[in-house]
């Protein structure tokens, strides 16, 4: 039986980057999945090439009432939400001097907040499944190692790592089989990925060989690279898991 059998599951950032790969992955694998963006179109035409098993779902993680209603859409749609993967989110760079305001706050809104509503939405469907069940938070290699020049992403992707071990510990403590997890990327090539490497004075090239730098494998990894993490995490594979920290970072969060 493939591992997603059976499964439902609600992503946020469906639309393109890993959470696309997240999504086509749980498909693969035998799973049924709900695609939350603010980019309807693009989500909805993925959910059409995925075929009866995908459907799409406006989603500004920023609002709690749009959680409620992805939630309420997949139940309707799916009978059921067992699978919660929290993707969606941003990086820009900027430090405390020197960044603008409104980074600091859009970085918290989406990249903390977002995933807090996620859980808080998710979490009595998950309940009223009366099925094993799992959330994947993504973090990022900058949780483990944080960096100085994205002062607002290393403090949403720490501050994430923080609430997803406390769900872990209050969902285990009160004995709901659901368990709650984090995957920590490096660079990968997303559409976020490639506008950044394209948006530097230096050439794309160069920002590409100094990113891969950072990691001791010495390359960008892959959207599907991390989605094989999510959907192993999400999986009864990993039933006896709860708040880890899992790199698909090339070694980057371990780096001299």
């Given at each position: ?64 009432d749009q959680w409620e ?70 973090g990022s290699m900058i ?114």
């Open positions: 039986m493939s591992r997603m059998e059976g499964k439902v599951a609600l992503v946020s950032g469906g639309a393109e980057g890993i959470g696309a790969a997240v999504a086509r992955a749980i498909v693969a694998e035998g799973g049924s999945v709900m695609l939350g963006d603010v980019q309807l179109d693009k989500a909805e035409a993925l959910a059409r090439e995925l075929g009866d098993r995908a459907a799409a779902v406006a989603l500004d993680v920023r609002a709690l209603a992805a939630v309420a859409a997949t139940q309707a749609r799916f009978g059921k939400l067992t699978v919660l993967a929290n993707i969606a989110g941003i990086s820009e760079p900027g430090t405390v001097t020197d960044g603008p305001l409104e980074l600091w706050h859009r970085t918290l809104a989406i990249n903390l907040t977002g995933p807090f509503y996620g859980m808080r939405a998710a979490i009595p469907a998950m309940v009223a499944s009366g099925e094993p069940c799992a959330i994947v938070n993504i949780a483990l190692r944080p960096a100085a020049f994205v002062a607002a992403y290393s403090a949403s992707k720490t501050g994430l790592r923080g609430l997803t071990q406390s769900v872990a510990l209050d969902l285990a403590a009160r004995g709901l089989p659901i368990r709650v997890n984090m995957v920590h990327p490096g660079a990968i090539r997303t559409p976020m990925y490639e506008r950044y490497k394209f948006s530097g004075a230096d050439s794309p090239e160069n920002i590409e060989a100094n990113f891969a730098a950072t990691h001791p494998m010495n390359r960008i990894g892959e959207p599907e690279e991390v989605a094989r993490a999510v959907v192993f995490l999400a999986s009864d594979e990993a039933g006896f898991t709860t708040g880890c920290d899992f790199t698909v970072d090339g070694g980057g969060s371990i780096r001299s």
